[in-house]
């Protein structure tokens, strides 16, 4: 079955601090991974895909993300956080081909301290 | 910057009432989605829709629920008799290709069933 796990529900850094999301997948698949921020009463934007090559990839808003086959995760971090990226994070995975069916992690909340 | 929009941006339904949520993908994308998220829960896949058809839709999509495109611009889902389990935060999303194409999302339309 198809899943995706983000095993921190909340997760709390100071601002400057280094930031390091879990995702871990379950896909039938090579899958095609993202992650996705969600702002208060906003919608869900991209930050960063990951679809073949390097597997570093680099995002918006300095976020980068890295997919690590053997440990079938993709785990998002950021070197320096900034009050404005207190949020939600998802990540998702899809099919390589046809339509984006995407299966979407439960999501973590990032609160930053001052 | 194109966006996809979504009204209403909350709406308050008695049980057994139709609604209708409406979208207006980005102009020139071709592919249009409606996901949904139980408060608390993970964001889950609806439908797909392509050249005025359903491409797949999840098992949650059953007989009460319904999608069309009406004209150029618009995209609707229509939920006919709602239950108090349909209360939940529905996104549309729009892609300019199926294959991994980066979906783009709208801020999401808020639905409460009484």
């Known amino acids: 079955a198809q899943s995706v796990t983000q095993p921190d529900i909340h997760i709390t850094v100071s601002e400057g601090a280094s930031l390091e999301l879990r995702c871990n997948y379950s896909?039938?698949?090579?899958?095609?991974l993202f992650w996705y921020v969600q702002s208060p009463g906003q919608g869900l934007q991209l930050l960063l895909k990951?679809?073949?090559?390097?597997?570093l990839v680099q995002g918006i808003k300095g976020f980068e993300a890295e997919f690590k086959r053997s440990q079938s995760s993709f785990n998002l971090r950021k070197p320096s956080v900034h009050w404005s990226d207190a949020a939600e994070y998802f990540c998702?995975?899809?099919?390589?081909?046809?339509?984006?069916?995407?299966?979407f992690g439960t999501g973590t909340r990032l609160l930053v301290s001052p | 910057e194109p966006e996809v929009t979504q009204t209403p941006s909350h709406q308050v339904t008695q049980m057994g009432q139709e609604v209708i949520l409406r979208c207006v993908p980005i102009?020139?994308?071709?592919?249009f989605y409606w996901y949904r998220q139980i408060l608390g829960q993970k964001v889950e896949f609806l439908v797909s829709?392509?050249?005025?058809?359903?491409?797949?839709k999840s098992e949650i999509f059953d007989d009460q629920f319904s999608v069309e495109r009406p004209d150029g611009s618009n995209f609707t889902l229509k939920i006919r008799s709602t239950k108090l389990e349909d209360s939940a935060m529905y996104f549309c999303?729009?892609?300019?290709?199926?294959?991994?194409?980066?979906?783009?999302f709208g801020e999401g339309s808020r639905l409460t069933v009484l």
């Open positions: 998702a995975v899809g099919p390589q081909t046809g339509f984006q069916k995407l299966v």
């Open positions: 896909y039938g698949a090579t899958p095609y």
């Open positions: 990951y679809f073949s090559g390097d597997t």
């Open positions: 829709f392509y050249n005025n058809e359903i491409s797949e």
């Open positions: 999303a729009s892609s300019r290709g199926p294959d991994g194409g980066e979906l783009f």
């Open positions: 102009s020139n994308h071709l592919y």
